[in-house]
C-alpha cells in the first residue's frame, strides 16, 4: 500500500517570498509523482509530474519540485510567489493500476 | 473541446433520497475515475473505470454504485443519501500511459 503525507496544512507567505510544501510518500515499488492545485470552487490541475529521469521537475507558474528516493519525499518550491498562487495544493503518488493517492492538501495563502 | 464535464454543480438530497452525478469527458480518455474530497482528507478514490465496460471499486466504495455508459460517460449514483456522503465529487479521465488525470469542476453535495 501507498500512502501521502503533506507535512503543513496551511502555510502563510508575503507577495515576493520563496516557498516551499513538503510532502513524503511511502511505496514499496516505484512510483509517479504529483502536484495539483486547487484554486477555490475549482477542481484539480496538474502543476507537474514526476515519471522518471531527471529529478528535477519544472512545472507551470514558476513551480518545481525535487524527487528525493532515499529520503522519500518530493517537496514542491518557488523562488516568488505571487497573490494569485493563494489555493490548495496537493501532492499524489500514481500505483502500478494509474489509481491516485492524495495528501490531505497545504492551503498556501499569499499575502501583500 | 470542454474536457471533463459533471452535472449538477451543486445538489441537496434528504437522507435516503436517491440521486446519480453525471460525468462526461471530449477527450477520447479510455479510463474514468470518481473521487469524494473531505476536509483535511484529500481527495479519495469511490469507483474508477480502466475502460469500456469495466469498473472497479476503490478506496471507499460503500453507499455508491457506478455506470461506465459508453467510453465518454460515467455516472455515480447514490440509492439511498447518508449525511456522511456530504462532500464534493470529483470526476477524471486519464488517456491511456499518459499518467496523468484530467479533473471536472466538481459536484457540492449536501445529504441534510
Known amino acids: 500500500a501507498q500512502s501521502v503525507t503533506q507535512l503543513d496544512s496551511q502555510v502563510p507567505v508575503f507577495e515576493e517570498a520563496p516557498v516551499e510544501l513538503r510532502c513524503n510518500y511511502s511505496?514499496?515499488?516505484?512510483?509517479?509523482l504529483f502536484w495539483y492545485v486547487q484554486y477555490p470552487n475549482q477542481g484539480l490541475q496538474l502543476l507537474l509530474k514526476y515519471l522518471s529521469g531527471s529529478t528535477l521537475v519544472k512545472g507551470i507558474n514558476g513551480f518545481e519540485a525535487e524527487f528525493n528516493k532515499s529520503q522519500t519525499s518530493f517537496h514542491l518550491r518557488k523562488p516568488s510567489v505571487h497573490i494569485s498562487d493563494t489555493a490548495e495544493y496537493f501532492c499524489?503518488?500514481?500505483?502500478?493500476?494509474?489509481?491516485?493517492?492524495f495528501g490531505e492538501g497545504t492551503q498556501l495563502t499569499v499575502n501583500p | 473541446n470542454a474536457g471533463v464535464t459533471q452535472t449538477p454543480k451543486f445538489q441537496v438530497l434528504k437522507t435516503g433520497q436517491s440521486m446519480t452525478l453525471q460525468c462526461a469527458q471530449d477527450?477520447?480518455?479510455?479510463?474514468m475515475y470518481w473521487y469524494r474530497q473531505d476536509p483535511g482528507m484529500g481527495l479519495r478514490l469511490i469507483y474508477y473505470?480502466?475502460?469500456?465496460?469495466?469498473?472497479d471499486k476503490g478506496e471507499v466504495p460503500n453507499g455508491y454504485n457506478v455506470s461506465r455508459l459508453n467510453k465518454r460517460e460515467f455516472s455515480l449514483r447514490l440509492e439511498s443519501a447518508a449525511p456522511s456522503q456530504t462532500s464534493v465529487y470529483f470526476c477524471?479521465?486519464?488517456?491511456?500511459?499518459?499518467?496523468?488525470?484530467?479533473f471536472g469542476p466538481g459536484t457540492r453535495l449536501t445529504v441534510l
Open positions: 511505496s514499496s515499488v516505484s512510483v509517479y
Open positions: 477527450m477520447n480518455h479510455n479510463s
Open positions: 473505470s480502466a475502460s469500456e465496460g469495466t469498473t
Open positions: 499524489a503518488v500514481m500505483d502500478s493500476g494509474s489509481r491516485l493517492t
Open positions: 477524471a479521465s486519464e488517456r491511456l500511459a499518459w499518467n496523468e488525470q484530467f
